[in-house]
């Protein structure tokens, strides 16, 4: 049986010597498109049969024009390149017609590179590609940014020796009363100064020129520029350039910085490849369960980078102790069995608490509305009402959901407290359980309440043969002659940590082992919180209190005789630290003012300072730039040049107005390479101090800080720059330096080219020079 190309060339008039015939016009489309040629060819057939050779022709040209050939777009995302294709023989497949799924296929294959390529990055590439490519992009800032420090000394200079070209004068009518005395002095003696180069007699020509007083360009121009440039690279990367209302150095000191593009890249490729597979029916019980195979293999790599370099780090302190990063991490909650160790006796205590002051325990779920889910439950098949939203917006709507939840509430006063957690269905889209606590007496309002906001939108969807169901939202009663509420969660959070201990297998019927892993990628990717506490007091208090143990009683002792702490924060402080040392959370949870208590009206709270550089070697002098720093010196400061704010210890209330600090982080640890200094003394290093800057202000004196440009004057010398950078004299400059570096290439090619013209050629071929 013949061929769909190879019956298509049985139509049409035959080509001459001097004309294409008609198969050889369509070969062409066929040659441009071979992955889809035996289709586009049945397709042709089909209509030449029934309207003759002309009109065959004319759907070719008309349907091909939306096209593109799926091989090079495939061939560019190797690791998902099986699931895409998959997915585009899908799109063929439900299409209508043929030639209606494959212009289908196409689009969605546009749409694909169009967000796989972020930048110039391909996001299915590995780490080390992205590492490479966000120093590429940090460097460009940082260079841009230093070009325009030499083309404001530049202009400054030419400024102060008066050979800038004529330009208007500034809008000011206040200009004559910035020029100082010194300086209209000096326009007086430049006005009777004799021009050598006049015979006489001659007139002084400055005597008829109107001065004005132009501010030297600052280093906020090269901030506001360079911040400007960086933020158009962080739209075109589909990232958030830092908040505008940060101080103009912090926002420039992230975008030039490698590591701040790294974890924006790494998060935006993350992100947009799990999407890409949601969209390629690769998330569901019946291929990769709550992610994809490839973010599950993408964090697994993320997770032993981590560890290999935990593993080459140590800690010491005063003490002589030593410590690799990863043993201290796995004494910490980053162990999940201690993470969920203490979620499960938050969870007891709180309902033993509750249980003591006579509330009603309940447990919520809500879901999201259909368009929010990528395939139906029952069979996994495509969801025809899908519009497409991520797992990040599904959550942002179930956090608005009860955002209102929560003001309603409390424009009735009424308070619960408990525990949420989120955990994914099969295709990826995350729901809430909510364990609540309430007063009896406010259990049918609540409920009420959540009811009328989960189910506000998409109604319809509510009612299945005319009944309504309990899909977008279910409330249960705590029933305590079945189990207590902590065993209603305990699934929920074994499930979403590690899967020991309580279950073996999920709901899908996937062995946990295999799960969990999963679950922690998808959190870990969409960056959704998955446990939160709502109305119950700060675990950070709970947490620092307990690094108090018995070792260090003589020190609390030593303290409390060094510092005088008032006598009833002192009382409240010891009862809250026993009972916290005891592990008793219902105690601490009594201690602290009891359920729903605000922050402000707790007995303790965290003590939160600026962190100030220690060691013997702080200069607050800069010799390079003559800069008096004082305090800013002392001040220690973040890798962009903020102020760090660390936890010391506890501040315990007495009286109203009258209060006492407690330090709770007794160690002084030193990060050092694993295996340095063996054996040797601890020492304190303090933290790097403040970059110099690169410009001088020795004329600012000690006691003067450099005024900050406003808004407005930034905008003028900016409007100045670029006027300069469109004047003669710099286009010359530019010139001469493109001028100059074809030279030195010529030279270059002359100096190493080869002896004989055929391998002159082969080194240096045309196209390249």
Known sequence: MLSAIEQSRTYGAPGT???????????????????????????????AKQHGNAAGNRWLA?????????????????????????????????????????????KWLISVEKRLVIGSLNATHDDDALVNYAQAQAAAIDKKASLLIGDIAKINRLQRLGLLPPSAPPRMDHSNKLLSKQFRDYQDACARQRNQFTPPPFIGNFRFQQWHYLRPLCISVVRATAIEFGSAKCKTHGIAPPSHKLPAKTQLARLSCSLWWRR??????????????????????????????????????????NNALLETLEAINQEGQTYTLA???ELGLANPDHRRAELMLRIRDTEVEARRLGH???????????????????????NRKYEGATPREAQQYLQGVWARVRAKLARDGIGVYGIRVVEPHHDGTPHWHLLLWMKPEDEATVTATLREYAEESQQQELFSRGRKTTARF?????????????????????????????????????????????????????????????????????????????????????????????????????????????????????????????????????W?????????????????????????????????????KVTFGLV?????????????????????????????????????????????????????????????????????????????????????????????????????APSTPTQQEEYFPPELC
């Open 652 to 752: 315990a209330t007495g009286r109203p107005g009258f209060s006492s600090e407690y330090m709770t982080r007794v160690y002084k640890w030193q990060v050092r390479a694993k295996g340095s200094r063996a054996g040797g003394d601890f020492q304190a290093e303090g933290e790097a101090e403040s970059p110099w800057t690169r410009v001088t202000n020795c004329t600012q004196g000690p006691d003067i800080q450099p005024r900050e440009p406003s808004l407005e004057e930034i905008k003028a010398q900016r409007e100045r720059l670029e006027e300069w950078k469109r004047s003669e004299i710099y286009r010359a400059e530019a010139e001469d330096a493109f001028r100059e570096g074809q030279e030195a290439i010529e030279a270059a090619r002359k100096l190493f």
């Open 360 to 382: 009603t325990g309940m447990f919520y779920t809500m879901t999201t509305p259909s368009k929010f889910h990528a395939v139906i439950a029952n069979n996994c098949a495509r």
């Open 264 to 305: 924006k890249l790494r998060r935006q490729c993350g992100r947009t490849v799990e999407q890409v597979m949601r969209e390629a029916h690769r998330v569901h019980k019946q291929a990769g369960i709550y992610c994809s195979d490839f973010t599950v293999e993408r964090r697994r790599s993320q997770r032993l980078r």
């Open 62 to 106: 008309r349907n091909t024009q939306e096209l593109v050939e799926p091989s090079f777009i495939l061939g560019r995302f190797l690791p998902i390149r099986s699931a895409l294709a998959r997915a585009m023989n899908a799109l063929i497949n439900r299409g209508s017609t043929t030639i209606e799924g494959l212009q289908a296929a196409s």
């Open 474 to 606: 279910d409330a249960k009663r705590i029933d305590y002659s079945k189990g207590t509420a902590a065993g209603y969660v305990a699934k929920y959070i074994s499930k979403n940590i590690n899967g020991e201990q309580f279950m073996d297998a999920d709901k899908y019927d996937h062995s946990m082992t295999d799960s969990a892993p999963r679950i922690e990628a998808w959190a870990s990717v969409w960056g959704i919180r998955q446990f939160q506490f709502l109305g119950l007091p700060s675990v950070t208090v709970w947490r620092e209190v307990r690094r108090l143990t018995e070792k260090q009683d003589q020190m609390l002792k030593d303290w409390e005789a060094a510092t005088r702490p008032h006598p009833c924060a002192a009382m409240r402080f010891a009862q809250i630290r026993k009972a916290a040392n005891a592990g008793q959370w219902d105690q601490f949870l009594r201690l602290m003012g009891g359920p729903m208590t605000k922050r402000k009206d707790q007995p303790i709270k965290p």
């Open 608 to 644: 939160v300072e600026t962190k100030m550089t220690t060691g013997a070697n702080i200069e607050t002098f800069s010799h390079a730039t003559g800069e008096d720093y004082g305090h800013e010196a002392v001040v220690a400061k973040g890798r962009y040049g903020e102020e760090q």
């Open 17 to 47: 010597r001097n004309s294409m015939g008609c198969a050889d016009w369509r070969q062409q489309f066929f040659d441009q498109f071979p992955t889809w040629a035996e289709k586009l060819a049945a397709g042709f057939v089909y209509v």
């Open 327 to 329: 043993e201290l991490a």
